[in-house]
């Protein structure tokens, strides 16, 4: 692999966005830096806030330009987690550094970094004029409860009669090494919370008490016993993981009026959330007593089978580096799993081995490349 210097806009402006402190939820003006470059390009940008109960307000933008059809969309957060210990740091956190060919900083990998080079890619193909048009959707809110963002921006876009065709999401997908995967659909998410419910009372009267952790661990040791499934051609069997096991009782000689358990569980296509919830009251029934599940539903599996847009975007990975990517559904939730449902998406970027980590960075060279990559496969996407 050549190796090759950043192309000054990415690597610049990949640096001023790591400047702004935007710690889901606090936008810090990275939103008005990318508003900008993009303005800059002719894009029509749109700031939209959203709000709900609980949950702080949000800002996102979505910004395109031309009218023609088809529409490729880049999709992606400019929303970073804290940086936990700053004086464990080599970098400061939000200075964007570059040590020995890294840029260090809070979204260097995840995933601010890949929005500059997506803007970069873009202006180059503009440039050469395309027959379609290119969109933004970013968010504040990825990192966070994914309340009042992309899925709420993707609601706006129905409304004002936005859609795009296709839509490349720029998260850490490589585990060591730019082009070794690229992802195609994610595991959904689903969590439960259980709580068991019986009678407080004096350890040595049992007779006048109803202890709830021996039926609390039984239910607990069935859930955990479930066996869901095999996998399938693409996802990996569906996983069910005990998290939390809470009593809150700090005496030795009360029996507690109620234990309680949280699970998720990370599944497949195989599954949904009404079979999940079904099969865990039924292993909750078997136990019996006295009990209260309740389960929310993060995100739905999904799959963007291989075809048109895996294809352009493994040959674009392929002509600049020179190896084929694995296509897989591998790691946590993104915001693709609300995006599927407008149009089909894949997600390709940086390498994800300090995403959130002390000292988070990305290489100088891989910026190069990703800028590269994204604007083939724009290229291959308008033909």
């Not at 570059?98 to 890949?114: E, F, H, N, P």
């Not at 027959?131 to 504040?140: K, N, R, V, Y």
């Not at 859930?223 to 809150?248: C, Y």
């Not at 081995?353 to 496969?377: C, F, P, S, W």
Request: aromatic share 6%.
């Amino acid at each position: 692999m050549t190796q090759i210097s950043a192309a000054p806009q990415a690597l610049d402006l990949a640096r001023d966005l790591i400047r702004c402190s935007s710690v889901t939820p606090v936008d810090a003006g990275v939103l008005d830096v990318l508003q900008t470059e993009l303005e800059a390009l002719g894009f029509t940008c749109h700031r939209i806030t959203f709000s709900d109960v609980d949950t702080p307000d949000v800002e996102n933008l979505y910004a395109r330009i031309g009218t023609g059809k088809p529409t490729f969309c880049f999709a992606g957060h400019v929303d970073v987690v804290p940086v936990g210990d700053d004086a464990a740091w080599t970098q400061g956190p939000f200075a964007a550094e570059i040590v020995d060919g890294q840029l260090y900083g809070r979204g260097a990998t995840d995933m601010k970094s890949a929005i500059a080079c997506m803007v970069e890619a873009s202006a180059r193909v503009l440039a050469d004029g395309i027959d379609g048009s290119i969109a933004f959707l970013i968010t504040g809110d990825e990192e966070g409860p994914a309340i009042n963002g992309t899925v709420k921006v993707l609601d706006w876009m129905k409304q004002q009669g936005e859609t795009i065709d296709a839509c490349l999401v720029g998260e850490p997908t490589n585990p060591s090494t730019l082009g070794e995967m690229a992802k195609i659909g994610r595991r959904g998410s689903f969590s439960g919370h259980l709580q068991v419910t019986g009678t407080q009372g004096h350890v040595a009267y049992p007779h006048l008490a109803d202890n709830p952790l021996p039926r609390l661990v039984a239910m607990l040791d069935r859930i955990a016993g479930l066996k869901l499934d095999d996998g399938n051609e693409h996802f990996q069997p569906s996983n069910l993981e005990i998290t939390t096991v809470d009593v809150r009782n700090t005496a030795s000689n009360v029996i507690p009026a109620r234990g309680e358990a949280r699970f998720n569980v990370r599944y497949n296509t195989l599954q949904n959330a009404a079979g999940l919830e079904r099969m865990v009251r039924e292993a909750c029934d078997t136990v019996g007593g006295s009990y209260s599940l309740t389960v929310r539903n993060s995100g739905d599996p999904f799959l963007t089978a291989p075809g048109p847009l895996t294809e352009v975007l493994s040959n674009a990975i392929q002509a600049e580096l020179g190896v084929t990517p694995d296509l897989s559904t591998t790691g946590g939730t993104s915001d693709a799993r609300f995006i599927k449902d407008a149009c089909p998406v894949v997600e390709f970027g940086l390498v994800s081995q300090t995403m959130h980590k002390v000292d988070e960075r990305a290489g100088v060279d891989d910026i190069a490349h990703l800028t590269n990559i994204y604007e083939r496969v724009l290229r291959g996407f308008f033909g």
